[in-house]
């Protein structure tokens, strides 16, 4: 029992990390279409510049804002420089994203050194919580709640305010809600920049968790958002964060019981979601 | 009278296609103009080149006195031109009411106004108020494209093929909102049902092969026989 739910809970801020990775993705292919293979990079720069902003101010909260901070301030330019002379096409896309990627672990290197970097727990967040015999690590709690947060405060600015119902028509069809007098190209821009921002959270809430930083992180995690992009249905908000659960979930559980196929457990679950809905468990159009 | 859209001679290539090639026409200020043409002629290309969505490779477009031709398609929108496409492009998982508020450039007490106007226009879509979009009958979702077009303050709307697909009777209502949303705005429309053009519309362009054949008063192709059979095959 108790080992059942300490899988569950590590599954669960597994997954949430994940889902705040991937909910930048979805959005971005949902509304543009485009395939984004550097989100990793900004994960990464999430984690390194949380770390780094934690040693200087001392503050927890600072450095999760400063990470957050720096994610924008990267998506602004990544958009600017990278994705806009793409649009439209999928095999540029990947190739310099995938290219800019690297560029973005490289520059980790440059900045902060070629090792992996020790990242603290802050006291108030450390330890774990015993209640009828459970143990629950505080830590991996707070992860779902901010996780939970994100998906209530983004659901929230997509169904209730006008920027978030010109997103979500957007995804629909991005040529009408052009002629209906809306840029969709500064639209995206924000969104580009908030998906970085909530990817750079996802890395700074990451450090304390696996306790290390090390630039090549990006790219593994990059790689669990994606499948959890298509599982959800591809520019699915909600679906992301649902397939993010799971993923998270599968993975935990697997570890455990099936350590030999822990690896394979993603790639099994996308095949047989696929089998069965191609589409993803929610699709953008419909959902 | 004054001239509120002309296009000169533009063509107009879809990737290596060359879709329009040579289309002139003008709209008047509170007229409604036409568009005939067979199936295939350039009609809906027309009114995509017009909004920017694909755009004139050559030839010019003067909108209220400007050149639009190489405007970005939300700056041809906010110039106050509201399109209405051949799909109606109704925003599925959006609500009818969200599907009117993107669309309003500013929510001040103008557009509300002209909000309730449009609502007694298509009382259908009050009535499905929360209904998403997906879920609405063809002509709901007609009705509902054509609201979406009307809520803005616009001097000139683009209506592509209104009727298509639609029954006898919901075809008349829609023809009735299109006949009271001429007291306030320029229409251009495309409209296969040539009784149904001739009922709305002042002026007539017939386009053929993605090329203007001939243009005037509506009452004149409603007597010229030979220019009908050659382009319309109506007998
Ligand atoms: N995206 C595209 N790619 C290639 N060809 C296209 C494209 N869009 C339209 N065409 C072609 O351009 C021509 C004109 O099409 P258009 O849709 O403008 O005709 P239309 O007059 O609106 O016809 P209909 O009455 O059937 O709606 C057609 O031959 C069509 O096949
Ligand atoms: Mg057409």
Redesign the interface.
Known sequence: MDLLLNLTVNGLATGMLIFLLAAGLTLIFGLMSVLNFAHGGLFAWGAFSGVFFYGVTGSFLISVIGAVLTGVVLGFITEKLIIKPVYGNHVQQILITLGFMLVLSEMLKVVFGPNQIAAKTPDYLSGSWEAGGVILIKYRLFIILVGLLVFAVVQFILKRT?IG??V??GV??K??????????NKVFLYVFMAGAGLAALAGALMAPYSGVVYAEMGLEFAILAFIVVVIGGMGSFPGSLLAAILVGLAGSYMAYFVPSLSLAVNMILMAVVLIFRPQGLFT???? | MSRLLTLENVHTHIGQYHILQGVSLTAEEGEVTVLLGRNGAGKTTTLRTIMGLSPATSGTIHYNGQDITKLPTFSIANGGIGYVPEDQAVFTTLTVEENLKVAMRKEDEAAMARQDYVLTLFPDLKKFWKKEGGHLSGGQKQMLAMARAFVNDNRLMLIDEPSKGLAPIVIESVMEAIREMKKQTTIILVEQNFSMAAGVGDTYTLIDDGETVQSGRMEELVRDEELKRTYLGIA
């Open positions: 006008k119902l010109v979500r028509a629909i069809n040529e009408m809600v052009q002629a209906l007098g809306i840029d969709i953008a159009k419909e959902a």
